[in-house]
T-cell receptor, first 114, second 112 residues
Framework: AQSVTQPDIHITVSEGASLELRCNYSYGATPYLFWYVQSPGQGLQLLLKYFSGDTLVQGIKGFEAEFKRSQSSFNLRKPSVHWSDAAEYFCAVGAFYNTDKLIFGTGTRLQVFP | AAGVIQSPRHLIKEKRETATLKCYPIPRHDTVYWYQQGPGQDPQFLISFYEKMQSDKGSIPDRFSAQQFSDYHSELNMSSLELGDSALYFC???????????FGSGTRLTVV
């Protein structure tokens, strides 16, 4: 079955610290992988996406993610977190070369302390 | 750049009433998806349309129906509203997965 797992429901970091949000997926076809960020009551903003090629992808706001096929993972990282990064982060997977629906993980809530 | 437009942004309805949510995809996008996000939940797929035909169906209640029109905009019709229908409803559109999915800002439906 197709699924996305985000093991960490809630993460708290200090401002300036590094961050890694975990994402594991199970998908039959070659996956497209996405990270979205959502501030409270707001819409979903795309941080970055992976389709093919270089397994380390750069996104907006200083985020990056690395696709590891052998581990079925697509972890999101940021070297230095800012207070404005506090939000809910969703990992999602979609089909390759197909307009299949996105399947979301349950999200990780990031809290940043000054 | 044009984005996905959803209307209304906020909607308050009473139980057993009917609501209609609208979604206007990015021009030339041919696929529309509807998601429901309950409080503290991840977005759950409801239904999608490709070239005005239903292409996939998720956990959409029978009280809900949707369609995509000739201009590619889509409407989600919700009848006999229940308190549990209170949620943020997102629409997304795409031309193909390679180009990614663009989400609208959502419609927040509150059923009282």
């Amino acid at each position: 079955a197709q699924s996305v797992t985000q093991p960490d429901i809630h993460i708290t970091v200090s401002e300036g610290a590094s961050l890694e949000l975990r994402c594991n997926y199970s998908y039959g076809a070659t996956p497209y992988l996405f990270w979205y960020v959502q501030s409270p009551g707001q819409g979903l903003q795309l941080l970055l996406k992976y389709f093919s090629g270089d397994t380390l992808v750069q996104g907006i706001k200083g985020f990056e993610a690395e696709f590891k096929r052998s581990q079925s993972s697509f972890n999101l990282r940021k070297p230095s977190v800012h207070w404005s990064d506090a939000a809910e982060y969703f990992c999602a997977v979609g089909a390759f070369y197909n307009t299949d629906k996105l399947i979301f993980g349950t999200g990780t809530r990031l809290q940043v302390f000054p | 750049a044009a984005g996905v437009i959803q209307s209304p942004r906020h909607l308050i309805k009473e139980k057993r009433e009917t609501a209609t949510l609208k979604c206007y995809p990015i021009p030339r996008h041919d696929t529309v998806y509807w998601y429901q996000q309950g409080p503290g939940q991840d977005p759950q797929f409801l239904i999608s349309f490709y070239e005005k035909m239903q292409s996939d169906k998720g956990s959409i209640p029978d009280r809900f129906s949707a369609q995509q029109f000739s201009d590619y905009h889509s409407e989600l019709n919700m009848s006999s509203l229940e308190l549990g229908d209170s949620a943020l409803y997102f629409c997304a559109s795409t031309f193909s997965s390679e180009y990614g999915y663009t989400f609208g800002s959502g419609t927040r439906l509150t059923v009282v």
